[in-house]
């Protein structure tokens, strides 16, 4: 009966993945169609989408750590993890 239970709440848990893609694919794809949106934004903005449609978003493109959800929704188009963001900052 646990298997039961753990292969629904799998099931749960992958709905609630997909419906948080669809959710950040609408929020880059704002973004993109933002009038005030700057060429380096654009070309991140592209980035990451072609990273969602390669099964690749959401993995920093350095260290290839999940990047939190709540991370991805203030800054949906930037796909490097807190700690490597921070670290390409101080040695800048």
């Given amino acids: 009966m646990a298997e039961i239970g753990s292969a629904r709440r799998l099931m749960e848990d992958y709905q609630r993945h997909i419906v948080q893609l669809a959710e950040l694919r609408v929020l880059l794809e704002e973004r ?4 005030d949106a700057g060429l380096d934004d ?47 900052r101080m040695s800048a």
């Fill in 32 to 35: 993109l169609g933002a009038a």
């Fill in 42 to 88: 654009i070309a991140e903005i592209e980035a990451a989408i072609e990273r969602m449609d390669r099964g690749l978003y959401g993995t920093c493109r350095r260290c290839e750590a999940f990047i939190p959800v709540v991370q991805l929704r203030l800054a949906p188009h930037k796909q490097e993890c807190a700690a490597c963001r921070e670290r390409m």
